[in-house]
C-alpha cells in the first residue's frame, strides 16, 4: 500500500477500520463545508475531496482483500489437515465452500481425487491448476509423477497374454520382484504410489512408503 493514502487520511497502517473510517468521515464533513468558500480555497477544498475518496476506497480494498488472502490460506489449511488426517468428505466439503477456485484449490482437489483412486479426475485438476499457474514448479512435479502412474498401470493392463498382467493375476516376473524389493529400475505399485503422494502432493502427503 502506498503510505501517501494513509498520509491524506491522517490515519496509520495500525489503525482499525473503525479509526480510519472516523478520520475520513471527519475530513469529508471539513472539506464539503469548504469547499463552498470562494476562490481557490474552494477550489482546493473539491480536491481534497477527491483525494480522501480515492484514498479511503484505495486503502480498504486493499484490506479486504488481505483479509480474503489470509482466509483462503487458512482454508488450505484446513483442506490439508483433513486430508493428512483421512477425512476426505471434509475436505471436499472445505474445498466445496470456496467461492473462488484458485490454482491451489485445483491442486488440492486433484490431491482428494487421488486419495480417491480417481486418477483421471486428478490428472484432469492438476492440468488446470498448471494452466492457471505455468511457473508452479510444485504442480508440473506433481503432473509429471501421476501421469508415469496413471502410464505405468495402463501399460500393465494392456500386456499381452504369455507376459505379467496385473489385472490377470498373472505371475510376477522375477527381475519384477527384484525391483520391489531392492527398489530399483521400474515403478512398484508401492513406489509409485509413494511418488504421487510423497513427491507429487508433497504438500499434503509427508511420509514416504517403506520401499527405498
Not at 21 to 33: D, G, N, P, V
Not at 92 to 120: I, P, T
Not at 147 to 152: A, G, H, L, T, Y
Not at 157 to 186: C, F, I, K, L
Amino acid at each position: 500500500m502506498n503510505k501517501k493514502y494513509y498520509e491524506i487520511l491522517g490515519a496509520d497502517e495500525t489503525d482499525t477500520d473503525e479509526q480510519i473510517l472516523q478520520k475520513y468521515e471527519a475530513l469529508k464533513k471539513k472539506y464539503s463545508e469548504d469547499r463552498f468558500l470562494e476562490g481557490e480555497a474552494g477550489n482546493e477544498a473539491a480536491k481534497m475531496l477527491n483525494k480522501i475518496d480515492v484514498a479511503y476506497n484505495e486503502i480498504m480494498s486493499e484490506r479486504r482483500e488481505s483479509r480474503s488472502t489470509g482466509n483462503e490460506a487458512s482454508s488450505f489449511t484446513d483442506v490439508d489437515k483433513f486430508i493428512r488426517e483421512g477425512d476426505l468428505a471434509k475436505a471436499q466439503a472445505a474445498l466445496d465452500a470456496f467461492n473462488e477456485r484458485s490454482a491451489e484449490w485445483h491442486y488440492l482437489q486433484s490431491v482428494v481425487f487421488y486419495k480417491k483412486n480417481w486418477m483421471n479426475e486428478s490428472k484432469k485438476q492438476l492440468e488446470i491448476a498448471i494452466q492457471m499457474d505455468s511457473s508452479n514448479e510444485k504442480y508440473r512435479i506433481a503432473y509429471n509423477k501421476l501421469k508415469e502412474k496413471i502410464d505405468f498401470d495402463k501399460k500393465n493392463a494392456e500386456t499381452p497374454a504369455g507376459g505379467y498382467n496385473a489385472s490377470q493375476g498373472g505371475n510376477v516376473p522375477p527381475d519384477y520382484q527384484e525391483q520391489q524389493q531392492m527398489g530399483g529400475g521400474g515403478l512398484c505399485e508401492q513406489c509409485a504410489t509413494c511418488c504421487a503422494c510423497n513427491v507429487a502432493f508433497n504438500c499434503c502427503l509427508n511420509s514416504c512408503c517403506g520401499c527405498r
